[in-house]
Every structure is written in C-alpha cells, then in structure tokens.
C-alpha cells in the first residue's frame, strides 16, 4: 500500500481502481474545462501572511454549520452516482462523515436511496434535491427527507439542463454501465471493483427506481429524467418548494450578488457559492472569485459557504478567511471513496484536517473561529474588473 499523504495521492489510486466511464464522470467539467481548472488554480492567487513567535497550542476547528456542530467547516457535497464509484459509496460516505463530526449531503441522483442512508447513520445527513416539474414527486422527496430525519434540504439551482461533459458522452455513461466490448474490458481490470459491485443490490438511482411509476431501468430512467428537469424553473417556484419543506434550508448553485438576493427573498437559511465543481457553465467565474461580492451581497443575512475546486486544507482555510463560513467538497472525497472506501473518505477528512489546522497555526490562529482576512494577502482586484458589475445588486 502506497504511503498517502496527500488528496492527490488519493486520486492516483482511485484512477486505477475505478471504471474510466466512472473516473471520467467525476474528473470532468463542462465543454473546454476552463472553469473546472480555474476553480482550483484560482486558489493559488491568494497567499497566507506567515506569522511567528504566536501561542499556537490548544488549537480548535470546531464551530457550526447550519447551528449544527462540527469538528471543522468542511462537508460532503451531494455528487450523484457516489454508488458507482464505490459500492454502497453513499452509506461509507455518509459513516465516514459521521465519525468525523461532518455534515454529509446525500444527491437526488444517489445509488443508496434516502432510506438506506438512514438506515446505516444516526448523524441527520442533508437531502440535494433538484428542481423538478413534478410537484408529486418534489412533495414526496420532501417528506422522505422529513421521515428520514434530515436536518436540511439542499437546493440546487444551477441545473436547468445539463452543461456537456465530452468524455461522458464519449463513454456512453450510465447506472450500471451498459456492458459492451469497451466497458468489459475496462472492467476486467477493475476486478474488486465489480466483485463488490455484485455483492451489493444497489446498483441504479434509488431515489427514483421504484419510486415513480414506468422507472425500473436506465433508458425509461434517462428519458424520466431528461423530461423533467425544469427548464422553467424561477424564484416563484422555489419558494413553492420552500414551502413544501418547511425546514432549514440551503440554495446551492450561486454565482451572482443579485441571485444571492433572490435566495435571501425565498427564505434560504444558506447559500452555497458554487458553479457545480465547473460542470455547467463553463467560462464562469471561479467560485473563490465570485465569494466576495456575494457577501458583501448578503452576508449579514445568511450563512454563505462555498464548493468547487476546493483540494487542500489550504484552500478550505482560504475560503474561510475570505469569509465563508463552510466550505463542501466534492471531488476531493470521491477520490478517497474509489480509493479505499470508507477508509477513503476518512483519509480524505484527515489529509484536509491536518492541513487546515497546522496552516492555521502558522497563520498564527488558533481558532477556526478567529480566522479572518487577516491572514491573506489577495491580489488587488481579485474578483477582477468584474467586481463592479457583480456588487451591483
Ligand atoms: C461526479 C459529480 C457528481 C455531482 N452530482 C451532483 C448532484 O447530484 N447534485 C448536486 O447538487 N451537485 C452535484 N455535483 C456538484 C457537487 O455537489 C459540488 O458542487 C462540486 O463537486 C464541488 O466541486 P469540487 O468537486 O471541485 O469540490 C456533482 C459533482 C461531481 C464531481
């Protein structure tokens, strides 16, 4: 077993242990892959200001997300067919989430549905939903979440319809993969991969299978999900959905001060700066750009965190300190679940902890709570000669 010191070390393994179609899945973004490579090389721009000779012992990352506790501000981000990538991934994502005191967000387009997720964890997990145009089914997904004791739903808002990913289309991407001569010699090479695979029942979109009716494999699946995918979506009808869950609740997929308002109208508790990890639109703004305007926007009103390129504890100490107040990741826990599994994703929280915390130390803070932007040296106009047309609101 190689030495793993690093998310990267993570994601060298998980590339030979996963199927390409799966790997390819998540190591993506939309069209040219401009905003998927910026959201994280944006991160570099910013540099910590060294400090010494400061009281670094007694440290704490602990504080709250959503008035929940955490042993640091980082969680799980909703990643759609986690249960390929690993089998039962969303179960081990969300046990590994627990154990380490983080929140865990489950997708609409998970493999393990809202019940078995339930039924592995005592830690309240966070339900994504998409915004669909059937009210029956939104309504049902509601009370699922409710009886299943999720502590908040997350809206996701940036997916109308679908920013293209080449490679998916390319590898003909599905849930379970179509077996063809290409897929089966990818598999043959992932034999543990498959062996657990066959070991589990979970295999296609439990949220969705079984629960709507003319849905039981992938093509009726695509089309159901094709048609209802709300192209017409609009604030009036998100705050229909506020009212069908009458819980917390965190708007994901914000990118402009104005829509931050909008959010803040509907009644969000959180937002999440996000541009789905460079999925949709590509060309926008990184996530870390565009966090200074929105708070600026809102921050007084809401709780705003932010995904999309996050890959350290490096990152996440600077999106703090730009003024998050929680931070998601994605891609960077995938890695450790195709990697390892449960042990994984706990090696991710752990890689990203350790980081974190011993950055924060030479930043000369204590506390995640203290960390501001003190820390930082941004370059002047980091959010560009854009920031005048984002402010305004
Ligand atoms: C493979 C994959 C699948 C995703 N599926 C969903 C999803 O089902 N729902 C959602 O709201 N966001 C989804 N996202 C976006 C993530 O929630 C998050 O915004 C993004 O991964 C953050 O960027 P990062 O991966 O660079 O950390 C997905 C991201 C990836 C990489």
Partial sequence: MPVITEIEDLKRLYKRRVPKMFYDYCESGSWSEQTFRENSSDFDEIYFRQRVAVDMANRSTKTTM???????????????MTGMQHWDGEIKAAKAAEKFGVPYCLSTMSICSIEDVAANTSRPFWLQVYTLTDDDYMQRLFDRAKEAKCSAAVITVDLQLLGQRHKDLKNGLSAPPKLTPKTLADLATRWSWGLGMLSTKRRQFGNIVGHVADVDDPSSLMAWTAEKFDQSLDWDRIRKFRDMWNGPLIIKGIMDPRDAQEAVNVGADAIIVSNHGG??????????????????????KVEVH????????????????????GVHIGRAYIYGLGAMGQAGVTKALEII????????ALCGRRRVTDVDRDILLVPEGFSGRWDDQLRNV
């Fill in 279 to 300: 999925r949709q639109l590509d060309g926008a703004l990184s996530s870390i750009r565009a966090l200074g305007p929105v708070l600026e926007a809102v921050g007084d």
């Fill in 306 to 325: 932010l995904d999309s390129g996050v890959r350290s504890g490096q990152d996440v100490l600077k999106a703090l300190a730009m003024g998050a107040q």
């Fill in 353 to 360: 902890h350790k980081e974190l915390d011993v950055s924060m």
């Fill in 66 to 80: 959503l008035g929940e506790e955490v042993s640091m501000p980082v969680a799980l981000a909703p990643v759609g």
